[in-house]
C-alpha cells in the first residue's frame, strides 16, 4: 500500500494532480482544502496518500496532512460514503467545522453537502461522533514549503509549542486575504494571538 508521496508536482487540478515520483507519474485525486496546500508546478511536493484497491482500479487519495488523511478514512468507514463523497465532503468545509458539526448533531449544515443528504448527513453524525473527538485538524502543520509553514517553524524557535502554533497559523491562513499570506504577516498577526 502507497501511504506517502514525494516527488515533483507535474500539474494539478482542483480535484486532482499528477506527481512525478523517479519518473513515474501517479495520478492522485484529492480535496479542495489540499489543493489550496499545493505548491506551484514543477515544485517538490510530499502528500499523505490512502489507497484504494478494488478489482477494477487502484486509486490514490492524497491529503496534505495526515489529519486530513484519518478523516477521510473514519469518512469512508461510514456506510453508503465512498472515496468521491469522502472528498466532497473535505472540500465543502474546512475539516474543523466538520468535525464540530458532527459533535454538535448539525444535520443542517452537513446537508448542505453536495451529495450528502439528510439521511447521510443523519449516518455521519451518528457513526462518528464518538471516533472524531481524538482528531485536531485545526493542529496539522502548514503545507511545507509555504509561508504558512515557515511562520510555523520561526514561532517554534520563539518558543511558542508546536500544536499551539499550527491551529493559530492554520486559524490565520483561513482567515487573510490572499494578499496578506506572507511569512511576515503570519508571524506579526500570530504573535498578538499566541501571546494572549
Same mark, same amino acid.
Given at each position: ?9 507535474? @500539474? $494539478?487540478?482542483? *480535484? ?10 501517479? @495520478? /492522485?485525486?484529492?480535496? &479542495?482544502?489540499?489543493?489550496? !496546500? &499545493? ?14 484497491? !478494488? @478489482?477494477?482500479?487502484? *486509486?490514490?487519495?492524497?491529503? #496534505?496532512?495526515?489529519?486530513? %488523511? $484519518? ?13 468521491? &463523497? #469522502?472528498?466532497? /465532503? ?10 464540530? #458539526?458532527? #459533535? ?5 449544515? &452537513? ?8 439521511? *447521510?448527513?443523519? !449516518?455521519?453524525?451518528?457513526?462518528? %461522533? ?31 509549542? %508546536? ?17 496578506? $499570506?506572507?511569512? @511576515?504577516?503570519?508571524? !506579526? ?8
Amino acid at each position: 500500500m502507497i501511504g506517502l508521496l514525494s516527488g515533483k508536482l507535474v @500539474e $494539478k487540478d482542483f *480535484t486532482d494532480c499528477l506527481i512525478d515520483v523517479g519518473g513515474v507519474g501517479y @495520478e /492522485v485525486l484529492i480535496p &479542495l482544502s489540499t489543493f489550496d !496546500r &499545493l505548491p506551484l508546478e514543477n515544485e517538490p511536493v510530499t502528500l499523505f496518500i490512502h489507497t484504494q484497491v !478494488r @478489482e477494477d482500479a487502484i *486509486t490514490l487519495f492524497g491529503f #496534505a496532512g495526515k489529519e486530513e %488523511k $484519518k478523516l477521510f478514512q473514519q469518512l469512508i468507514n461510514v456506510s453508503g460514503v465512498g472515496g468521491k &463523497l #469522502a472528498l466532497n /465532503v473535505l472540500s465543502a468545509m474546512p475539516a474543523a467545522n466538520f468535525c464540530a #458539526a458532527v #459533535a454538535s448533531g448539525d444535520v443542517k449544515s &452537513l446537508s448542505r453537502i453536495n451529495g450528502v443528504g439528510k439521511r *447521510t448527513a443523519e !449516518r455521519l453524525i451518528v457513526e462518528l %461522533k464518538d471516533k472524531l473527538s481524538g482528531l485536531d485538524p485545526a493542529a496539522a502543520a502548514p503545507a511545507s514549503g509555504s509561508a504558512g509553514a515557515d511562520a510555523a517553524a520561526a514561532l517554534e524557535q520563539l518558543g511558542f509549542r %508546536k500544536d499551539a502554533v499550527n491551529k493559530t497559523v492554520n486559524a490565520l491562513l483561513a482567515e487573510l486575504p490572499e494578499s496578506e $499570506k506572507n511569512t @511576515e504577516n503570519l508571524i !506579526r498577526a500570530a504573535l498578538l494571538r499566541l501571546n494572549f
